[in-house]
């Protein structure tokens, strides 16, 4: 017997007119004319907006701008429901929320990976025109290797996509490894020469260990090094290729010039080139080429875009993610002739050997007396020792921005003292702007720290992470420096360190520096205050002496209860200028965050504040918690994300 019609009414949840009208314009959009949509009410078409799918959004975005009405809350809204009510969209702009979108769809409707939120909404994503509008929007585009079918499509079906990837992507990334023995690898090939070559792609990133590979990606593409394995590979190739012109010329078979593969073992190599490909189906044994011009001329119609000559790119900016010894050598050999190279990011999963630092140390040398010389950035993890700072930043002395990650190896031998002469440090002035160092050691020579930011007048940003500093040694001394030597320094974090008895040095610090960004996160600043409130009063006071700032994170410094006493930055007669405040991981409960939202509204900010408040156990006592974001939230954007108390472990280390 069914139930009465009310009662199953009740439990469904009830739509407004409004809500029905929305559902409908969503459905039936393409029947509606986009003029009719613009000349709603402003307040309407806001309301609107997170109801549309992706295309939609994309469409009326331009003519929405004309009118000053922003996307941003539609993109946002997709981003949330993509990622999950307890994640963060730690995204401020409409274009930075739009990109953020069109990257993460393309890559899943493009490869055809299974995804909740797709799924629910593939029959407004798997259409041509998404990946159309997508690729038009997108600046990175991720090769996946294994998704053969995929990238095949854009030498088919989908070619047209290619053109437009070609005029927007700029960077590459190649998430797994290239075998350059496999026919199927062609495909692969062909579109990174599309994009790197013919494209505007002048970011690589690779996230393999695949030496060969990576100096096919390199050859051509600024520098002039050749692999002995590749060149080794195409004289084979090229003999082979003389030998079967000779014996098969009654077929009209000929030989291409060019970087081509074969494996000699190949007992193929000599039936006639109409049966050969049915065997190579059957087989899996393949003879091709893998030069950037033939395999153009191949994949590309005669009167196709790159009929003639094809052009080479230039890779200015070059990230290897997984970078072992091996990858490292290829690059080394490389680097001297890399002229066009502005941005260098190395990282390994284990730490680099010292005798694979000294290479890169050496190649960097001999890249930076050369006066076409153009890398600026450096990035590299992880290194074996703290001294590397000052060594490499001796052999490229142009570099203008350095970050390093450092763990010390406690076994093998230490190369560092027969180091070549040539790169023994001086103390000629560096051109370095920014600089970070993230440490993992028992102990770190803050001398080499000092030393380099007493020959950097120009730094403007400087990140520390993770140093511990022998007895003899304090912070304070590198904060004394910073106050002496860096007075351009606008950007300073802290990370993992131990600050609670240098409160003296950052208030001086604050005085001599026209700081836009500080950060000092689990730095335990209150830790050797008895009085910590009164304490945490004397930094704010400073804090409002600086009115360039605009960035401050106190993240990890268990707080807690003392958090109120950060609202007074807005008030009096200099109120401060800060516009992004982080107090996530503080142990802060509901009733301190209310206290706190109430006399942040007795003293409201000058400008919208972001407030970041992840990670504080607002779970304890819900109400409360909703009760203080609500006094918030109209002055405040709020970064939240959920926490579990009954997790134990995350209290505790809260608490620590």
Not at 147 to 172: D, F, G, Y
Not at 389 to 412: C, F, N, R, Y
Not at 535 to 553: F, Y
Request: net charge neutral; with cysteine; charged share 20%.
């Amino acid at each position: 017997m069914s139930e009465p019609a009310d009662k199953a009414d009740q439990r469904k949840p009830e739509l407004c007119l409004k809500e029905i009208c929305f559902r409908a314009v969503r459905k039936h959009f393409a029947s509606l004319s986009t003029e009719a949509l613009l000349n709603l009410p402003k307040p309407l078409i806001e309301d609107l907006l997170p109801h549309l799918t992706v295309c939609q959004l994309d469409e009326l975005q331009p003519e929405l701008n004309q009118r000053g009405i922003s996307t941003y809350s539609g993109w946002a809204g997709v981003l949330q429901d993509m990622c999950g009510p307890n994640h963060a969209v730690d995204v401020h702009t409409e274009e930075e929320a739009r990109h953020e979108v069109m990257k993460l769809l393309f890559t899943l409707v493009f490869y055809d990976v299974t995804n909740a939120f797709v799924m629910r909404n593939s029959k407004n994503l798997n259409t041509p025109s998404f990946l159309w509008a997508a690729a038009k929007s997108i600046q990175h585009f991720k090769l996946i290797t294994s998704s053969h079918k995929a990238l095949q499509s854009l030498t088919a079906e989908q070619r047209p996509l290619l053109n437009v990837l070609e005029k927007h992507i700029r960077s590459v990334g190649v998430s797994q490894s290239i075998d350059l023995s496999k026919r199927k690898t062609q495909t692969a090939l062909y579109v990174l020469h599309r994009l790197l070559d013919h494209g505007v792609a002048k970011k690589l990133v690779i996230h393999v260990q695949c030496p060969i590979a990576l100096a096919w990606l390199l050859h051509g593409r600024g520098s002039q090094y050749v692999h002995h394995k590749l060149k080794h590979l195409v004289q084979s190739k090229m003999e082979g290729c003389i030998s079967q012109a000779a014996s098969a010329s009654a077929d009209g078979a000929s030989c291409r010039p060019g970087l081509e593969t074969t494996s000699s073992e190949d007992k193929d190599d000599h039936v006639p080139p109409c049966k050969r490909s049915k065997l190579d189906e059957a087989t899996g044994k393949a003879d091709f080429t893998v030069d950037p011009q033939v395999l153009c001329r191949t994949f590309t119609p005669r009167d196709g875009p790159s009929a003639g000559a094809c052009p080479f790119g230039q890779i200015s900016c070059l990230e290897i993610r997984q970078c072992g010894s091996d990858s490292l050598g290829v690059l080394n050999c490389a680097l001297p002739t890399f002229f066009c190279l502005r941005s260098l990011t190395l990282h390994s999963f284990s730490t680099f050997l010292d005798s694979d630092m000294l290479g890169l140390a050496s190649a960097l040398q001999q890249l930076s007396e050369s006066s076409h010389s153009s890398l600026t950035e450096l990035n590299i993890g992880v290194l074996p020792h703290t001294k590397f700072t000052e060594i490499l930043l001796d052999a490229s002395p142009a570099v203008t921005s350095l970050h390093l990650e450092v763990q010390t190896v406690m076994w093998g031998p230490c190369l560092l003292p027969n180091y070549p002469r040539t790169l023994e440090p001086d103390i000629s002035e560096l051109s370095l702007e920014k600089l970070t160092v993230k440490v993992a050691e028992l102990q770190t020579d803050v001398h080499f720290i000092l030393s380099v930011l007493r020959r950097s007048p120009h730094l403007t940003s400087l990140h520390l992470a993770g140093m511990r500093l022998p007895t003899s040694s304090s912070v304070s001394q590198l904060l004394t420096t910073l106050s002496e030597s860096n007075h351009r320094l606008k950007s300073l974090s802290l990370e993992d360190m131990k600050l609670s008895d240098c409160v003296p040095e950052i208030l001086t610090l604050l005085r001599s520096c026209k700081l836009e960004e500080l950060r000092c996160n689990d730095c335990r600043l209150l830790e050797k205050w008895s009085d910590k409130e009164e304490g945490l009063r004397r930094l704010v006071a400073a804090l409002k002496t600086v009115p360039s700032l605009h960035t401050l994170s106190l993240a990890q410094n268990r707080l807690a209860k003392n958090v109120c006493v950060l609202a007074e930055l807005f008030s009096g007669s200099s109120p401060s200028s800060v516009k992004r405040l982080d107090i996530s991981s503080n142990f802060i409960q509901p009733a301190e965050l209310l206290e706190f939202a109430k006399r942040l509204t007795t003293h409201r900010p000058r400008h919208r504040l972001t407030l970041d408040l992840r990670r504080n156990p607002g779970d304890r006592d819900p109400g409360t918690w909703d009760a203080a974001l609500k006094r918030l939230r109209p002055f405040c954007v709020l970064l939240l994300k959920g926490w579990k108390s009954t997790d134990t472990m995350v209290d505790h280390i809260s608490n620590m």
